[in-house]
């Protein structure tokens, strides 16, 4: 069975600081893999999506994330947070195959907050 | 440009009555599923439909009912709501392939007294 552990419910940085989300999954065969951010009162928009091309993908609002199969991970990063970052981001993963492919398994989130 | 339209945004019931949540895309996405959000608990898959006429169950799905008659919309029955039944609750929809990414309403608050 597929699962998704995010370290880390709550993350503080300084504005201008790296953000780093850290994101582990569990599968017998590489999966798809997404980033959601949910702002208050939202719903989740798309960051950005591992489909087995490039190992590293760019997203949206400058984040970006790197597959690393050895370690099961699927990491975000932003090398400098803006206070409009503020929200919750959510690891997600698609199974490619079999009578649940197309469903998400969402991690339990990490809320980012950004100091001034 | 509305995406994914959900209704009502907030409702408030009292144990043991009945609602019917509303999700309505105008992507023509074949795929439509509804989600509850709570505290630390990330998102939940309540049911799924992988085309009209069809609905398969997810990992919350005790409680609740769905129905997809046409392909646009998705309904989320609750027949006798219950205390543990007060979450955000959320509908997505996506192309019929596990690499597309799903589109999200903006959610219903439902508080259940």
């Known amino acids: 069975a597929q699962s998704v552990t995010q370290l880390g419910s709550h993350v503080s940085v300084s504005e201008g600081a790296l953000v780093l989300l850290r994101c582990n999954y569990s599968?017998?065969?590489?999966?798809?893999l997404f980033w959601y951010v949910q702002y208050p009162n939202q719903g989740l928009q798309l960051l950005l999506k591992?489909?087995?091309?490039?190992?590293l993908v760019k997203g949206i609002n400058g984040f970006e994330a790197e597959f690393k199969k050895s370690e099961t991970s699927f990491h975000l990063t932003k090398p400098s947070a803006h206070m409009s970052d503020a929200a919750e981001y959510f690891c997600?993963?698609?199974?490619?195959?079999?009578?649940?492919?197309?469903?998400?398994?969402f991690g339990k989130g990490t809320k980012l907050s950004v100091k001034p | 440009n509305a995406g994914v339209t959900q209704t009502p945004k907030f409702r408030v019931l009292k144990t043991g009555q009945s609602m019917t949540l509303l999700c309505a895309q105008d992507?023509?996405?074949?795929?439509m599923y509804w989600y509850r959000q709570d505290p630390g608990m990330g998102l939940r898959l309540i049911h799924y439909s992988v085309g009209e006429g069809t609905t398969a169950k997810g990992e919350v799905p005790d409680g609740y009912n769905v129905s997809r008659l046409k392909k646009q919309n998705f309904l989320l029955g609750l027949e006798s709501a219950a205390p543990s039944q007060t979450s955000v609750y959320f509908c997505?929809?996506?192309?019929?392939?596990?690499?597309?990414?799903?589109?999200f309403g903006d959610g219903t608050r439902l508080s259940i007294l």
């Open positions: 997600a993963v698609s199974a490619r195959f079999g009578g649940s492919q197309g469903n998400l398994i």
């Open positions: 591992y489909t087995s091309a490039a190992t």
């Open positions: 992507m023509n996405h074949e795929y």
């Open positions: 997505a929809s996506s192309w019929a392939d596990s690499n597309q990414p799903q589109h």
């Open positions: 599968s017998s065969v590489p999966p798809y």
